[in-house]
């Protein structure tokens, strides 16, 4: 017996079977429900990323830690590159964070590598006014390579530069002029080696008297400083002598002036009372030589000589 079949219903559950096996693919592709989250950050590089294409790795410090979603050129400076990446969320941004551009191995294949971040730089967050944080960027190991090179071959071409101008038609001429100059120096020098040599004994000489003179005049200097010494401390004597001189001849004249104001009153009266005790010896002296008994029986009436008379006229 035949089975019947209905396909209808066949084509239907084909059909939706279909449906939710692209569904499916579709969900996986999509992470499915192991989904990540992203967050997304902004670098503006200043040299060319050449090898850098989108949805190329962002690793953070060797781990990947999202992809980059957008390369764009700077239409204010066109030096510089405008750059988005997708970083997983909870990635520890921080402030002191910076990307580099790094190529991987020998197939130059270019990514961007994260590092930094100290613990205690806070997370990095957006600027007012800016869509998103911007993490700061550092040139490349070959931009700096680049720029190394570039220094030296322009100091390398400035180098050649002076040697051409060192070496000119010109500088080789004087060169050789000045070559010829220092060999008939040397000539001249040669024959003239006796002279030289005896310059060199009388200068030899001369210096040695001269060390001789300097010594004889550094003894005569330290003379003349304890010379200069000691007349400096005889004027210091000197000076406190006159000092006390005048210390004493104030002390004198205080006490002449004392004796003056004192003694001088007093010497006058001595003087006075001398000159009359002199004047009584005499009186005493020429009436004991008139008459002697006066020292013995005192003073006594002298009578009247021949014609004299008591009563007086």
Request: hydrophobic residues 40%.
């Amino acid at each position: 017996m035949e089975t019947k079949v209905n396909y209808v219903w066949v084509g239907a559950f084909v059909l939706v079977l279909g449906a939710a096996l692209v569904a499916g693919v579709l969900w996986l592709a999509s992470g499915g429900a192991w989904q990540k989250q992203y967050d997304v950050y902004q670098a503006v590089m200043e040299e060319s990323v050449a090898g850098l294409n989108v949805n190329a790795p962002v690793k953070y410090n060797g781990v990947d830690v999202g992809k980059v979603q957008t390369i764009t050129l700077d239409g204010a400076n066109p030096k510089n590159v405008n750059l988005l990446f997708a970083i997983e969320h909870g990635t520890p941004i921080k402030e002191d964070t910076i990307a580099v551009l790094k190529t991987q191995g020998l197939t130059g294949i270019a990514y961007v590598e994260l590092s930094g971040g100290s613990v205690t730089s806070p997370v990095l967050q957006a600027q007012a006014g800016a869509s998103y944080p911007a993490i700061r960027t550092s040139p490349s190991l070959s931009a700096r390579l680049e720029n190394v090179l570039s220094s030296v071959l322009a100091k390398l071409d400035s180098t050649s530069a002076n040697l051409n101008a060192i070496l000119s038609k010109e500088n080789q001429t004087a060169f050789r002029n000045t070559l010829a100059d220092v060999a008939t120096l040397a000539r001249t020098l040669a024959a003239r080696k006796d002279s030289i040599d005896a310059g060199l004994a009388d200068g030899a000489r001369t210096l040695k008297n001269t060390a001789k003179a300097s010594a004889e005049l550094q003894a005569l200097t330290q003379g003349l400083a304890r010379s200069a010494r000691a007349i400096e401390k005889m004027g210091t004597e000197v000076a406190n002598t006159s000092v006390n001189a005048g210390k004493t001849i104030d002390g004198v004249g205080a006490d002449v002036k004392r004796l003056s104001t004192d003694t001088l009153p007093e010497l006058e009266r001595l003087l006075g009372e001398l000159s009359t005790l002199s004047r009584s010896l005499q009186l005493l002296t020429e009436q004991t030589r008139r008459d002697p008994r006066g020292l013995i029986f005192g003073n006594q009436t002298v009578p009247n000589g021949p014609g004299e008379s008591g009563e007086q006229p």
